[in-house]
């Protein structure tokens, strides 16, 4: 019950926490991947805006240079306006929040660097070429400061001056504050990669979307390199977990209360059928046609009550049908009797009346002779006689009568020990030491014992060192009744399972000149005291003769 109540119940929930889970999975990854989308729109729109910025603050700059005489003087040679030059561009980029300026002449001189003054008349000539060549998206530039180096997002403007035309190229620092602004959701993040820079992976996240930019390097000493540099959008993986996390959690929890209402429930039922159900199939083992004393009443209106009362209706067909059983065999054991006393007695007689006819032949024809030929026959007429009375002491003990009432049953034992003829044999008692009181007839126990001893001491013929063990005990006890146990125990040559099954049969015997009515006996007088009988044999190795008979009832003990 309890694996068909925890099957029942799991499997349902197994299915259903696979399929809120895998519905989770395709939902929230349907989710992520459409916010992913949005995300890269709107961070390639955030980078056009951010590149818009800085070409405007470029155009702004473009148009103050352009009105500068001292910088144009400057940028012409002027050789009075040059300490202004060198502090144009930091000037400017301090004005215009850029984090990079720097002014180049069209031959690749810098003329002016706002992030790193000294930079002035160093030859850089690709760097304007492969800013121009990025048309007018931002470019990922690395360049020196005083300190150490600065990561900006670049693009390039010129300035014309007479017949020349001066570069201007400027940026904003790509630091971790820009490219948070950058992500708009807390799940999503934005990290910069470039060609140098340390590769860290966050833990629990994953690269949903990549974007690539320009990358020129300033820094590397041999001159201007470029690369690519990657802008990754990261999707955290924590959320999902959490998530998950939960639904599993909650789960368990579904889980291990249902396993203890499976628990409670099977030990519910258990109490309400299986406990009663096993307590109904003890009752019924107990049940033997020796043994019709089990009583299945019950006050239960459920099937357990409507099924026991059904157990104490077939009792009570079976009592009554062991009292009918009981009554034919002892009918049939009193038909089989009576043939055999007929037949025992007519075998007795026909002795007798042969020795009287021939007398009556001798009476007539020479009665002088008389004496001498019934002294001749005496001996004939004796040992028919002696037969026939034989014969009455064995069919005497069929029919006693029974008086049931508290007997002492060591006291009992100790006599038929007394009494009996064993030629040596030895015979010993384990008695009980609190006399057990059993509710029968001294006489009938007797008759008992003394056939049983008789029995025991018949198998240890011709067995030297044989010996016959006669113990009493109380036995049994709540629930059980309690019993008087006899046990008859010998060594002598025991029973095959065959004569073991044959050995209760009326005139069944396995002795010369036995009647075979013992055992028949006993197992009758037994079964009229209310008791049982069992027998424990193997060949060869003795008998046990066990012998149960109800106990005084308690109000009957007493004094």
């Known amino acids: ?115 790193f003054r000294n930079e002035f008349d160093r030859m850089e000539p690709d760097l304007p070429l492969l800013l121009e060549s990025a048309s007018d998206s931002l470019v990922l530039l690395r360049a020196r400061t005083p300190d150490s180096s600065v990561l900006a997002l670049t693009r390039i403007d010129s300035v014309r001056i007479g017949t020349r035309s001066v570069k201007i190229i400027g940026g904003v620092e790509a630091d971790p504050r820009l490219l948070g602004g950058l992500a708009r959701d807390s799940s999503l993040a934005v990290k910069l990669e470039y060609p140098g820079a340390a590769m860290a992976s966050i833990p629990g996240s994953r690269i949903v979307r990549e974007l690539r930019l320009p990358y020129i390097d300033l820094t590397a000493g041999s001159g201007v390199s470029s690369d690519t540099a990657r802008l990754l959008v990261t999707q955290s993986l924590d959320a999902l977990g959490s998530l998950r996390k939960g639904v599993t959690r909650w789960f368990l929890v579904a889980l291990a209360l249902t396993v203890l209402m499976a628990v409670v429930g099977a030990a519910w039922l258990s109490a309400r059928v299986s406990r009663p159900l096993r307590d109904l199939a003890e009752k019924t083992t107990r049940v033997d046609l020796d043994r019709l004393d089990q009583s299945f009443a019950t006050e239960r209106s459920d099937e357990i009550g409507t099924l026991s009362r059904l157990l104490a209706s077939m009792m009570e067909r079976l009592r009554a049908s062991s009292v009918r059983v009981r009554e034919a065999e002892r009918r049939a054991a009193v038909g089989d009797l009576a043939r055999q006393v007929n037949h025992d007695i007519k075998n007795g007689l026909a002795p007798i009346r042969n020795v009287l006819r021939h007398l009556s032949q001798v009476l007539q024809q020479d009665p002088a002779s008389l004496p001498q030929v019934f002294e001749a026959r005496r001996g004939t007429l004796e040992s028919s006689v002696e037969y026939l009375n034989t014969l009455a002491r064995n069919y005497d003990r069929l029919a006693p009568g029974i008086e049931r009432k508290a007997c002492d049953v060591n006291a009992i034992v100790e006599q038929v020990i007394s009494n009996i003829s064993h030629d040596g044999v030895g015979i010993r008692a384990q008695l009980s030491p609190h006399p057990p009181l059993a509710l029968a007839d001294a006489l009938v126990v007797r008759r008992i014992l003394e056939n049983l001893v008789g029995n025991a001491l018949d198998s240890l013929s011709g067995k030297p060192g044989g010996e016959v063990t006669m113990s009493t005990e109380r036995v049994g006890g709540a629930p059980e009744p309690a019993r008087v146990r006899i046990v008859v125990a010998d060594t002598g040559t025991g029973m095959t399972e065959s004569e073991l099954n044959r050995a209760f049969d009326d005139f069944y015997t396995t002795k010369s000149g036995g009647t075979g009515l013992g055992l028949s006996i006993v197992r009758r007088l037994i079964l009229d005291l209310e008791g049982t009988l069992r027998v424990e044999t193997q060949p060869g190795e003795g008998t046990r003769v066990l012998v149960e008979l109800p106990t005084v009832p308690a109000r009957e003990s007493g004094p």
């Open 1 to 115: 019950m309890f694996g068909a109540i925890l099957l029942a119940v799991l499997i349902p929930l197994g299915a259903l926490a696979f399929g809120v889970r895998r519905e989770l999975d395709r939902r929230l990854t349907r989710e992520y991947q459409a916010r992913v989308e949005a995300m890269a729109a709107v961070l390639e729109s955030d980078l056009r805006r951010a590149s818009g910025l800085v070409g405007q603050r470029l155009e702004a700059i473009v148009a103050q240079l352009s009105k500068d005489n001292r910088f144009r003087l400057a940028v012409q040679g002027d050789i009075a306006s040059r300490p202004y030059l060198l502090d144009a561009a930091g000037q400017a980029m301090r004005l215009s929040g850029l984090s990079l300026l720097q002014i180049q002449h069209p031959d690749g001189r810098i003329l002016s660097s706002g992030h």
